[in-house]
């Protein structure tokens, strides 16, 4: 082993030795995991970033980032994916009495039914407590939209994309494709829908009736829920949206989906105001903390000396999976999400 070898071998040793030491600690501070969740940790996960106003204030406002699709399968930073990192983000701001309001930031065509739900569920939880400002950016939509209904008050960019209260889901079928390349699929089943959606098929009318009856009965759920936080007469949506359409932010404040438009100073300066705070209330953010786990996975990757250009209709991370409900706007896609009409 020459003397070069070894010296990394002692860096090597030291580093891991340091990441057990870091671990051990992070999991004895943190016994309470659980506690409110069965996958989600109550203590405090993330660092804290200033961004703007007078730091030597006590009472802060902390900005939290909602951006792109909502689905459990995105990785998170801190927790095992992106929702789970926003729901511990949303407690340690609640948890921190020096914080005294949040603001979400949403810039986002929706995602997964439960996740969009387990967000507004985990606002709802705190505003009772200290004011929820959401602020939607260029989009705002479908489960988006749905999470903002946790909020006090909502302010949305004149342009904004928002709207869209309804449910998706998609199947694909290959049926033509496989009678052309020869292909048959066999299925053993032990009831007649068990093999709900199989792409080598046709859907029975007993299986599109199933699954119409799960989007309505999913529907109706997002559409009370807006209806009841946004307390509309009649306890009805209106009618402009009830279909599923987008809206601009202009036409959702008319439509009194939204509470204010503005930009995100605005947003910022009402939730100064809600809370009660001084004009220069400092605004913070979280970020997820450095550890050496990341480096070593940084380290541990094959890298790739083939250069490839892929070409795809939605982000690498993210995919709709067949059977799952979706609170997602196609018509609301950005060229970094991909999604499209």
Do not use: W
């Not at 943190?30 to 405090?44: G, N, Q, V, Y």
């Not at 699709?69 to 789970?84: K, L, N, R």
């Not at 083939?306 to 999976?321: A, G, I």
């Amino acid at each position: 082993m020459t003397r070069q070898s070894k010296l990394l071998f002692i860096v090597g040793l030291i580093l891991l030795g340091s990441s057990l030491l870091a671990n051990l600690l992070f999991l004895s501070r943190d016994h309470s995991l659980f506690s409110r969740s069965s996958h989600i940790e109550t203590a405090p996960s993330f660092e804290e970033e200033f961004v703007e106003g007078n730091e030597s204030r006590k009472k802060r406002i902390a900005k939290i980032d909602l951006f792109g699709v909502i689905a459990q399968e995105i990785p998170g930073q801190v927790g095992a994916s992106m929702v789970d990192d926003l729901i511990l983000q949303i407690r340690q701001a609640a948890d921190d009495d020096s914080v005294a309001a949040i603001l979400l930031h949403i810039d986002s065509p929706g995602g997964e039914v439960t996740a969009s739900d387990n967000l507004y569920h985990e606002l709802t939880l705190v505003r009772d407590e200290k004011p929820v400002i959401v602020y939607l950016d260029s989009v705002g939509a479908s489960g988006g939209y749905y999470t903002a209904m946790g909020g006090s008050h909502i302010v949305a960019h004149e342009l904004c994309i928002t709207g869209s209260i309804g449910v998706i889901m998609q199947s694909l079928n290959y049926e033509g494709l496989s009678k052309i390349l020869g292909l048959s699929t066999l299925t053993f089943k032990s009831g007649a829908l068990k093999d709900l959606l199989n792409p080598a098929r046709p859907a029975s009318e007993p299986e599109k009736k199933l699954v119409q009856d799960m989007i309505t009965e999913t529907f109706e759920r997002f559409s009370s829920i807006v209806v009841a936080e946004r307390n509309f007469p009649d306890q009805k949506l209106p009618a402009e949206v009830a279909d599923g359409r987008i809206v601009s932010g202009k036409r959702a404040l008319e439509l009194k989906l939204i509470d204010a438009t503005g930009y995100l100073e605005d947003a910022i300066a009402d939730a100064r105001q809600i809370a009660k705070l001084p004009d220069d209330a400092p605004v913070i953010r979280y970020t997820a903390p450095f550890h050496f786990g990341k480096l070593f996975k940084f380290l541990g990757q094959k890298q790739d000396t083939n250069t490839k250009v892929q070409v795809s209709l939605v982000p690498e991370s993210f995919h709709l999976q067949a059977g799952k409900l979706y609170y997602l706007s196609f018509s609301a896609g950005k060229p970094r999400v991909c999604f499209h009409s």
